[in-house]
């Protein structure tokens, strides 16, 4: 049976949906989901659902379907503006193309150099973004106790893992854009973590980087795969995360705030690598504070597989405590005035 699907979208949807949110808005908000994107343990869904998108964005995705791809091929371009509200898509993916960038040439480097901050922000985020996702639920039960549990824990043992070692073969390249991308409708839950575990993370955004320094076929063609699979994850999950709203709205709002519950695990700011691959040997190595020293984990072939939370004073490096306690509340009251500006728009 098929999946239900909104409505096309008519000029007065499109440009309601518009007015609620401006451009500057938009392009701002994308731009934030495109960071988040890039960071491995933060979810572009979440930041979407924080800034008030995430129910215009699935409802927008999942109204591609087969009307969609035949306005394309016939070129009805402005049927197709009205039918995919081409206006809140545009400046949405002009932001998140910023962001992108931004996190793989900028993020990236303040992950080097201050991680224990910037996690500690993105957990602000999401510590105050919880009760606000239950503020949304139309009738709240205990019943719902249960569903959030469910996706807290599957959100904890997901990101307990330890990752894998990937493959550059394009059938699983195309496998892990279609995984990835349901970290772009599932809140909680990060596309570039999944990557992570699937051993790509150090493929996939490595060669999006040199890509855009200096462009070569193969990297084309590994990019275009994965966006391809991205493409195919996106239709397939938008339509489930949009029927599920519709139908069980709040057990699925519950079942959200457990991924993002369940994913403070792996942004946790003080975290000790615990076993460490090293890529020439193959060799895996476990890691304490006896043998902590004996290791640099910037080194190229040396790769951290698997983490363990600490406290401060358990912390293998500096704990940074004063920027961490910082970073947190700024996280806590940037939703805090993302959200009191939504209720005025």
Not at 86 to 94: A, S
Not at 172 to 201: D, E, H, Q, R, W
Not at 327 to 336: D, I, P, Y
Request: aromatic share 12%; charged share 10%.
């Amino acid at each position: 049976m098929l999946l239900p699907t909104m409505a096309k979208y008519t000029d007065e949807n499109m440009n309601k949906t518009t007015t609620q949110h401006s451009k500057i808005s938009l392009i701002l908000k994308g731009a934030a989901m495109g960071i988040a994107e890039v960071i491995p343990g933060v979810s572009g869904g979440t930041i979407a659902f924080i800034t008030g998108i995430y129910q215009d964005l699935i409802d927008t995705i999942s109204g591609v379907d087969q009307n969609t791809i035949s306005d394309v091929l016939k070129l009805k371009f402005s049927k197709l503006w009205v039918s995919l509200n081409g206006p809140f898509l545009l400046y949405l993916i002009i932001g998140m193309v910023g962001g992108i960038l931004t996190g793989v040439f900028g993020v990236t480097k303040l992950l080097e150099t201050y991680p224990e901050a910037l996690w500690a922000l993105f957990f602000g985020l999401i510590v105050a973004s919880i009760p606000l996702m239950f503020s949304q639920m139309k009738d709240k039960k205990w019943l719902h106790l249960m569903p959030f549990i469910i996706g807290a824990t599957i959100a904890y043992v997901i990101t307990s893992i330890s990752p894998a070692e990937g493959s550059t073969n394009l059938a699983y390249i195309f496998l892990a854009g279609v995984i990835a991308i349901s970290a772009f409708v599932l809140p909680g839950i990060s596309g570039s973590f999944i990557l992570l575990l699937m051993g790509l993370y150090t493929v996939v955004i490595p060669t999006i980087k040199s890509f855009l320094e200096s462009p070569e076929l193969s990297e084309l063609l590994l990019i275009a795969v994965f966006a391809l699979g991205c493409l195919t994850g996106l239709a397939l999950f938008s339509r489930i995360v949009s029927a599920a709203f519709k139908n069980y709205h709040d057990t699925t709002i519950a079942i959200m705030s457990g991924f993002m519950f369940g994913s403070l695990n792996k942004i946790w700011p003080w975290r000790n690598p615990s076993l460490i691959l090293n890529k020439d040997t193959n060799a895996f190595t476990p890691i304490d504070a006896t043998n902590i020293n004996n290791f640099s984990t910037t080194d190229e072939h040396i790769k951290i597989v698997k983490e363990s939370n600490v406290l401060p004073m358990d912390y293998f490096s500096e704990p940074c405590t004063v920027y961490v306690v910082v970073a947190f509340v700024l996280g806590l009251l940037l939703v805090w005035g993302l959200y009191s500006m939504q209720k005025r728009s």
